[in-house]
């Protein structure tokens, strides 16, 4: 029998319904709506990337299968859903002067099924030029059924300070975390309330929290490794000292030179803030001379 015919049949067998096996998979850590195990099913689709697999060596275990007993009867699966099948990305190494780095850290959580609208980062500045947080408001669009997480990477290039803590404020929580104190990195997964559907949105926040000793910054910039609808760069500046000079500059990747696109002036809050509508990926940011 095929894979859908032979799990339909032990899904029967077992009394089970997808409720029951839901439930049962979100006590492992497992996250898949019965939409998704009704489409596996009836082979409208099928388990392929590396979230899924997991989900399907467990239901190994809870319908009664020996370890690959449904695996066995995928096939060859097409590209598990990284980077490299998705046209128009960028690898770590594109987006990051240490890439190799970031790539080991976040290799260690599960991989995201959400993409990115948009990005509303707001850097706040302490009177000491040094960065204090980082507060981010996100629109995810889900690019398979049972969805659930992303992963936030935050770097500090200051030798001399820590990486930062993050916190979840809206409509996500905390879940794992990797990392790698001598590469001033810090990977953190943001899991939602509950799994999407594909297609469906979420909009999220989230902060980032610097610690002291603070890092000097001079410059902030958003990481894209696809296209967004929107990304909007605010920094809050002290009001005893702002910059005498800001420019808003994009880049497509991390050893092109940037392209200043304007320069920036702050408002009666001493901020500044830029606008940018169907951003290529790349890096987008502000950069500042005190």
């Not at 099948?85 to 002067?97: I, S």
């Not at 603070?214 to 410059?219: N, Q």
């Not at 500044?272 to 005190?290: C, E, F, L, Y």
């Amino acid at each position: 029998m095929s894979f859908e015919e032979t799990l339909r049949a032990a899904i029967a067998a077992s009394g089970l319904t997808l409720r029951d096996l839901r439930d049962q998979l979100r006590r492992d850590g497992l996250a898949v709506s019965p939409a998704t195990l009704s489409h596996w099913q009836s082979g409208r689709s099928r388990p392929e990337r590396a979230r899924s697999l997991l989900v399907l060596h467990r239901l190994e275990g809870i319908l009664g299968f020996a370890d690959g007993g449904l695996s066995s009867l995928l096939g060859s699966v097409r590209s598990r859903g990284r980077i490299p099948d998705r046209p128009g990305g960028l690898t770590p190494a594109q987006l990051w002067p240490n890439g190799a780095d970031v790539a080991a850290l976040t290799g260690r959580l599960a991989p995201t099924g959400l993409s990115p609208l948009s990005h509303h980062d707001r850097l706040a500045i302490g009177p000491d030029r040094r960065a204090r947080s980082l507060r981010t408001w996100q629109v995810l669009r889900a690019d398979e059924d049972g969805a659930d997480r992303t992963t936030v990477v935050a770097h500090v290039a200051d030798p001399g300070a820590r990486p930062p803590a993050v916190r979840a404020l809206n409509r996500c929580r905390t879940g794992r975390s990797a990392r790698d104190t001598g590469a001033g990195l810090l990977a953190v997964e943001l899991v939602l309330e509950r799994p999407l559907a594909r297609g469906e949105t979420v909009a999220i926040e989230y902060e980032v929290r610097y610690r002291p000793p603070y890092p000097l910054d001079s410059h902030y910039e958003r990481k894209l490794p696809w296209p967004v609808r929107h990304h909007v760069v605010e920094v809050d500046f002290p009001a005893t000292l702002p910059p005498p000079r800001c420019e808003y500059y994009t880049a497509p990747h991390v050893d092109v030179r940037p392209r200043v696109h304007r320069e920036l002036l702050p408002d009666g809050e001493h901020r500044v803030h830029a606008v940018a509508v169907d951003v290529a990926p790349g890096v987008s940011g502000i950069r500042w001379t005190w």
